[in-house]
């Protein structure tokens, strides 16, 4: 009952709250004032967006400053939160946003609106439908997180953040709560669907590249969750113990490079702590770190009632305890928006600035990146949006880009793509009637429709076994109907595993004898507030075995290709089954066209040229953080240590030795790709190197390649992964026998490791091998340059420095 509390909760916060917004677009904030005929400064559109803040900055009361650092959202919600969040003084409550996560306070004596914050990563989450009107506000369902990574493209990733960018400008949003990039620590976590990988490269290129496309025309985003949200059992009361070089080197490099290459407009803390300190009350990493030395201009706001902040701890068994007041600590570390605040907070602001906790100063400095905020937001500059966005252009690059993102981990014999002749199929798995298209939790997005396997496959012209059909629709509708039943009755649950029916062997053999090759869809939903179990998620139930064994027995005796489609949101154990499919496609949670993206694959209409952004292993138990994921007490983690240190992902399997099943960068197409002539700039580096390869398409069918830039650090004074990605590029579509010469640029910070004895990032004098190739151990040109002496690249503040004692994994 006290986790059903907590699980309902948590939800809570994530999905249900609605707020304010003038549906039909504010007026710019001059229009309706100058009611005394005067146009004050902050008023004045031609002055400079800082002057005019400036100006109304010294205009507002404290109690104005306290509105405006202390958000809205979840009104209605109070019995279970424990507390009133605020709920802005619109006078006219039809004006809404059914939906949206939160907002900001307006103060309409200032023209300000309430900037609206809509979830999340795969797209706009609102309300589909509303009260007296006919309309529906449906919103495309983009490929997941992990979907995009895989793509290894920044192009195309960029033109799907300028998708939901518009998405949310029409819908009008200012601020889209994405992207999501933390580091895969480990498989289980159950948002690695909305992330992008286990290296902080290809999550900080994938992050800035979505920002820049999100922020094209004035819609803002909010990455997220800064930093170290690695699991989500326990996640607001959680303490990350880790060390400083750890955190630079891996938890924190994805958000730098973000911040760094596309100025995201907000950053969201994260709920949990690191070293003691819950991010959003710290200094160390909000000021120091994220703003003095990275240069980040924008506001941090924290996640829904994160941090001690608004007194909600779900440590105890999810009951609330309202715990001492920590705003003002929030304040001064440079947390400038508590979302949503509550009304006991406003109390308590009054109270810290009169008994001289909270200093004016520091609250000015948060109130006037809110103003900035709101005044180059779409709201504030009186954007008139049309709440019909372009749904049908989004579907078609969901289409695209879902299929781009596709991994081919295996096909032996050219299983796929299938020939003209392989029109007949046999298709298995209760999760091909049923495509899983996103995640669950503030990550999901209210779709029109999604597109299963079965539909896709029939829009390709395929047909389909029909006895499976009826059998597989008749089951998967009951579950379905099953399912319906227990979410009316809790409507945050977590969705579960859909289980398979039992088929006889003959209707099997049937289909073997009657149709040209076997599908089989292994699925698996995964969400906010609980990571994902190892038993029948991770490993596959012994139903899917049997499923797998069964029908690859028959068909392989009939001569029979069996394909094995991987619809999940993370990895799955690949071993113990791979070997009986003759191709393996992991698909991911592609959004709402995913059954017509997995067809253009199956078909080879598009060419797969996804790539793994997370190694899997050969068993769970050859991950570094095999041992450590679940914190402790193992039933109701309060701290994890992150002792594995730097060694994550690949960094763990190729410096240790250890073969994975299916290394990282890994994926097959339908051609094949050769790498030539590498070639560099200098052999002594200076201030920057450039380096070239040829890309060649080998094969007979046109086609992308990723080329993937790892470097090899010499041993200095601390020990270094074997190799680490600095780079990567993707082709065009290459045809056959095409070549493109592919240039990357090294800068000093690519050769740095962080010392913490020196606390510094230093680049160590010596020889550095440059591999480039189509995976992490698929190398296939070297190269080498030196760097004559140890270089100091970039001495740090010592902060968030272990609260506990333990060593670093080396090797
Ligand atoms: C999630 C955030 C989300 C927020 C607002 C939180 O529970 O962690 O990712 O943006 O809710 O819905």
């Given at each position: 009952m006290k986790f059903l509390k907590k699980i309902k909760l948590a939800s809570l916060l994530t999905v249900a709250a609605t707020v304010s917004a003038n549906a039909q677009g504010t007026q710019p904030v001059n229009a309706d004032l100058n009611k005394n005929g005067k146009t004050e400064p902050y008023e004045n559109?031609?002055?400079?967006i800082s002057q005019r803040v400036e100006d109304l900055l010294s205009r507002l009361s404290t109690e104005d400053k306290i509105n405006l650092v202390l958000g809205t959202g979840m009104i209605g919600f109070e019995q279970i939160t424990g507390f009133e969040a605020i709920d802005p003084p619109m006078e006219d409550k039809s004006f809404m946003l059914p939906g949206a996560a939160g907002s900001t306070y307006p103060l309409k004596k200032f023209g300000l609106p309430a900037v609206i914050m809509t979830d999340g990563p795969a797209g706009v989450r609102i309300m589909p439908t509303r009260k007296n009107s006919d309309k529906t506000f449906y919103a495309t369902g983009f490929p997941t997180g992990i979907s995009l990574a895989s793509t290894w493209d920044q192009e195309l990733t960029q033109q799907v953040g300028k998708a939901l960018g518009d998405e949310a400008l029409e819908y009008g949003s200012d601020i889209q709560l994405a992207p999501a990039l933390n580091i895969m620590r480990n498989p289980l976590c159950g948002r690695n669907y909305e992330y992008f990988s286990e290296d902080p490269v290809v999550s900080g290129k994938i992050a800035a590249a979505i920002t820049l496309g999100i922020q094209h025309k004035g819609v803002g985003v909010s990455l997220k969750h800064f930093a170290a949200n690695n699991s989500e059992r326990n996640r607001m009361g959680l303490n990350v113990h880790v060390s400083a070089r750890t955190l630079r080197e891996i938890y924190l490099r994805g958000f730098k490079i973000a911040v760094k290459e596309s100025n995201p407009k907000t950053i969201m803390s994260s709920y949990n702590l690191i070293n003691g300190t819950y991010t959003s009350a710290d200094r160390g990493l909000l000021t120091d770190i994220l703003r003095n030395e990275w240069g980040f201009k924008g506001l941090v706001m924290t996640d829904w009632f994160g941090g001690y902040s608004s007194g909600i701890n779900l440590v105890n068994d999810g009951a609330i305890s309202l715990k001492e007041n920590y705003t003002a600590q929030q304040i001064h570390a440079g947390n400038d928006l508590i979302m949503p605040g509550t009304r006991m907070q406003i109390a308590n602001l009054k109270a810290d600035i009169k008994n001289g906790k909270l200093s004016e100063k520091d609250l000015d400095i948060c109130v006037r990146r809110v103003l900035e905020m709101i005044f180059n937001s779409p709201k504030m500059q009186g954007y008139q949006y049309s709440d019909s966005p372009d749904l049908k252009a989004h579907a078609l690059l969901t289409r695209q880009v879902a299929a781009e993102g596709m991994v081919l981990l295996k096909n032996e014999q050219k299983a796929l793509p299938l020939n003209s002749l392989q029109k007949n199929l046999a298709i298995f798995g209760s999760i091909s009637y049923k495509m899983i298209a996103g995640g669950t939790g503030s990550g999901d997005v209210n779709k029109a429709y999604t597109v299963s396997l079965i539909q896709g496959l029939e829009n390709a012209g395929y047909s389909i076994n029909g006895k499976l059909d009826n059998i597989y629709r008749k089951f998967v509708e009951k579950e379905e109907s099953d399912l319906k039943t227990k979410l009316n009755k809790d409507p945050f649950m977590l969705i579960p595993l859909m289980p398979q029916p039992q088929l006889k062997e003959s209707l099997i053999r049937e289909s073997a004898n009657t149709c040209d090759a076997a599908i089989i869809t292994i699925g698996r939903s995964s969400g906010e507030m609980e990571d994902r179990p190892l038993e029948g998620d991770y490993y596959l139930t012994q139903d899917e075995h049997n499923l797998i064994n069964n029908v690859s027995e028959v068909f392989h005796q009939a001569g029979k290709k069996v394909i094995v489609i991987v619809n999940t949101g993370g990895i799955i154990e690949t071993t113990g089954w791979s070997d009986k499919a003759d191709a393996v496609l992991f698909s991911w949670l592609p959004g709402q066209e995913g059954g017509n993206s997995i067809a253009d694959v199956i078909s080879g209409k598009v060419n797969p040229s996804g790539k793994l952004a997370m190694t899997i292993p050969?068993?769970?138990?050859?991950?570094?953080?095999a041992r450590n994921f679940q914190g402790t007490p193992i039933d109701k983690p309060t701290d994890i240590t992150y002792s594995e240190g730097v060694y994550v992902g690949y960094r763990y399997f190729d410096t240790f030795n250890i073969k994975p099943a299916y290394e990282f960068g890994y994926g097959l197409s339908y051609t094949t790709f050769s790498f030539s002539n590498i070639k560099i700039s200098s052999e002594n580096f200076k201030e920057e190197l450039y380096i070239t390869v040829n890309v060649k398409n080998t094969g007979n069918t046109a086609g992308k390649e990723v080329a993937q830039l790892y470097l090899s650090a010499p041993k200095g004074a601390i020990d270094k992964p074997e190799k680490e990605l600095k780079a990567f590029i993707k082709t065009k579509?290459?045809?056959?026998?095409e070549t493109q010469t592919v240039y990357f640029r090294l800068s000093p910070k690519d050769l740095a490791s962080f010392n913490e004895q020196q606390c510094s990032w230093i680049a160590d004098g010596g020889t550095y091998k440059v591999l480039i190739g189509n995976s992490s151990r698929g190398i296939q040109q070297t190269s080498s340059f030196t760097l004559s002496d140890d270089r100091i690249i970039e001495k740090v503040n010592n902060v968030i420095i272990p609260d506990i004692k333990f060593t670093d994994l080396r090797p």
């Open positions: 559109i031609s002055l400079p050969v068993k769970y138990e050859d991950l570094s953080t579509l290459l045809q056959p026998g």
